[in-house]
């Protein structure tokens, strides 16, 4: 390397720590992972067209990740990671052997009864949705359905029932809202004159009960003029799931069981809230009561925060709170507005109720306070994991396409890695988290990436440096930080002690080798890098108990010892310093050679003390 170049690799190394702002720990990242640090497999569609969406799937009963745009389906085989389009003979029946067949995927959902997929499309002559089998691809339940329905919409696809949105604004085609179709006919939304952009649909798929409740959830522009009131209002709504409509020029065909609440992020004392959803996953319990709802929001301002509600929450807002519209309420005689009732024997006077869309007067609050406040990121996309006994990981993605992996406990987030799965900023379509294999699958509008969470050698290669990461997924065993397992060493406080523990004596760390020795001339130049594990800690070299100055770069400390001489020999220890714990990163034992000295001339160390008076 000549003198220019070494300098300005030098100065790269140490413009980055100047100008990056140290804000706390809280909210920085401990580690950043690209393709540098790991392979992402990625599959870059063949055409990539603008502003697609490409959705993506899970097969519910396999290991299969379906990526479906409206112009094409491909696959992620679970285990061999690569990914493929996917040949489909359902198209060819449709197109009668004509070329250039065109069609557009309006639906594309987890299948039912057993199948990977489900999945509606148009095609010249055919409106079609049917499920997917897994084995050949093949369809099956399949019937012809008349709607036009975007890919990017919210669908559920239960028990015979295919319930789909329509966002936006309505239009001579129809309003926006949710969509019933079943046995060839229709539940349609009340007319509106809002904007609204749905979410979320979340119904309680394990009953299998059909006589059940559906929650969705969206925004709605907000018609309140005063400048004081926020744009958009968060809302979550409910409708019985058998509801066939009311009677003629009452509700026909239309929702006679939707009741609909507002939902509060925020914090009350600061006085902050959020009021524009953007992204929705659900934790789902054994019992459907305790399914938690974890929400994303964004507000003016450009804050984010996730807020967390609880099923059982919702639920008794619906059957407990008061009507706004007091005075219009039916007999008290009938059930209660929203119970789900079989038949369509409603007196005029419920419809009429049912027909100016009833809210509660209560709002659905959080469990607790906002978990994540973030001053610094935009964020787009949630996905949630929740580790039995240990913690949930929060994985949400920014606007400029890289992802957070956060461990939240009792309302703390605690940042833990970003990955950035694209090389260039992009805008992330979809995020799915497959919480069997721990692997995060991430769309923008012209590639798939795939990123394995539970990387946990990126973690280090002691046993304190995997505890100090935090992540649930990981654990040290017998020398290694590996996916945790069940006796593996782990506290997500990040306290090291349990690397001693007695009972786990077979797990610890080996111990420490003597260090390497490096021999070195009398008058060179010699550079010691001590590796950044993580942003979080400080980073210290010592000789022997001299602390030796070092410049801090991404990369970690490097110490420049500038015209070796006798006195530089010694022991060399970096010590990494993290939530008040040591950990040792490198040592060395410099000797000198005896040897005639070849004398550089130490221009690097000029140059680093050019840098260090003229940048900082
Ligand atoms: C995990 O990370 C290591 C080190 O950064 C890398 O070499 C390896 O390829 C990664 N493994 C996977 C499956 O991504
Ligand atoms: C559809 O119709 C069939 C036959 O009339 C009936 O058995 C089935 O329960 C209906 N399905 C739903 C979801 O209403
Ligand atoms: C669900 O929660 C409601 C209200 O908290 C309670 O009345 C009901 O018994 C619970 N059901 C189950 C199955 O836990
Ligand atoms: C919020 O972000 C958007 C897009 O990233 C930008 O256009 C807008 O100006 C930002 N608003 C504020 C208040 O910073
Ligand atoms: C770590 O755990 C040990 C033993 O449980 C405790 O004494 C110590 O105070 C803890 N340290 C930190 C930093 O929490
Ligand atoms: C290097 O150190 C030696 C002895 O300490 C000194 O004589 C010499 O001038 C130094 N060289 C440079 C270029 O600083």
């Not at 038949?343 to 007196?347: A, E, L, S, T």
């Not at 469990?367 to 978990?371: C, K, L, M, S």
């Given at each position: 390397m000549t003198f220019p170049e070494l300098c300005v690799s030098l100065s790269v190394l140490w413009i980055t720590p100047c100008i990056s702002t140290h804000d706390?720990?809280?909210?920085?990242?401990?580690i950043k992972v690209n393709h540098i640090h790991m392979p992402f497999p990625t599959l870059q569609f063949p055409n990539p067209q603008i502003n697609t969406m490409v959705k993506l799937v899970k097969d519910p009963s396999g290991t299969n990740i379906y990526a479906g745009s409206p112009q094409g389906l491909y696959i992620f085989k679970g285990d061999s990671g690569k990914l493929a389009p996917v040949h489909m003979p359902l198209f060819e029946s449709d197109c009668h052997g004509k070329p250039n067949c065109e069609y557009i995927i309006s639906v594309l959902d987890e299948g039912t009864n057993g199948n990977s997929l489900f999945m509606c499309w148009t095609g010249e002559n055919v409106k079609k949705c049917c499920n997917v089998q897994n084995s050949n691809h093949k369809h099956v339940d399949c019937f012809i359905m008349e709607t036009r329905v975007h890919i990017k919409e919210p669908s559920l696809h239960i028990g015979g029932m295919l319930f789909f949105t329509f966002s936006g604004v309505s239009d001579d085609q129809g309003s926006v809202g949710l969509y019933k179709y079943t046995n060839s006919s229709y539940t349609w939304p009340s007319s509106s004159d809002r904007e609204q952009r749905y979410i979320k649909i979340i119904a309680d798929?394990?009953?299998?009960?059909?006589?059940g409740k559906l929650y969705f959830l969206y925004i709605e522009k907000n018609?309140?003029?005063?400048?004081?009131?926020?744009l958009w209002i968060p809302r979550v709504s409910q409708i019985c799931m058998d509801d066939k409509g009311g009677v003629k020029n009452q509700l026909q065909f239309r929702w006679t069981s939707m009741l609909t609440a507002r939902l509060f992020c925020g914090d009350a004392k600061k006085r902050i809230s959020f009021t524009e959803l953007l992204d929705v996953a659900v934790v789902e319990t054994e019992h459907w009561n305790s399914t938690k709802i974890y929400a994303l929001f964004r507000n003016e301002y450009n804050l984010s925060a996730i807020c967390v509600y609880k099923m059982a929450d919702i639920i008794y807002t619906f059957a407990k709170s008061k009507f706004i519209e007091k005075d219009e309420m039916p007999d008290s005689n009938l059930h209660r507005p929203g119970e789900c009732v079989p038949?369509?024997?409603?007196?005029p006077n419920f419809l009429k109720f049912m027909e100016n869309r009833p809210e509660m007067e209560d709002w659905v609050r959080p469990?607790?306070?906002?978990?994540l406040i973030s001053h610094h990121h935009q964020y787009t996309h949630l996905q949630v994991d929740h580790v039995e006994g240990k913690g949930t990981v929060l994985v949400i993605a920014l606007e400029s396409g890289r992802v957070h992996k956060v461990l939240e406990q009792d309302g703390e987030a605690f940042f833990i890695a970003e990955y950035q799965p694209f090389t260039s900023p992009t805008r992330v379509q979809s995020m799915l988290l497959d919480s069997l294999t721990k692997q995060l699958y991430v769309s923008s509008s012209s590639e798939v990436v795939r990123v394995e969470l539970r990387n946990c050698s990126l973690y280090g290669t002691q046993c304190c440096s995997c505890v100090l990461?935090?992540?649930?997924?990981c654990g040290w065993s017998t020398s290694s930080c590996l996916p945790a397992k069940k006796h593996s060493i782990q506290d997500l406080d990040g306290n090291c002690s349990v690397c001693q523990e007695p009972s786990k004596a077979l797990l610890q760390d080996k111990p420490q080798n003597t260090p390497p020795t490096k021999i070195i001339t009398e008058g060179s130049e010699v550079h010691l890098n001590c590796p950044a594990l993580s942003h979080h800690a400080s980073y210290t070299w010592y000789q022997g108990n001299r602390r030796r100055f070092c410049f801090s770069t991404r990369q970690g400390c490097l110490l420049v010892i500038a015209n070796v001489s006798q006195e530089d020999q010694g022991t060399y220890r970096c010590l990494a310093t993290e939530n008040g714990q040591n950990l040792l990163l490198a040592s060395y034992k410099l000797s000198i050679n005896s040897g005639p000295c070849a004398r550089a001339t130490p221009l690097v160390s000029v140059c680093l003390l050019l840098l260090l008076s003229v940048i900082c």
């Open positions: 706390g720990h809280h909210s920085e990242v401990r798929r394990g009953s299998g009960s059909l006589k018609t309140n003029p005063d400048p004081e009131t926020p038949g369509k024997n409603f007196p469990a607790r306070d906002a978990v990461a935090r992540d649930p997924y």
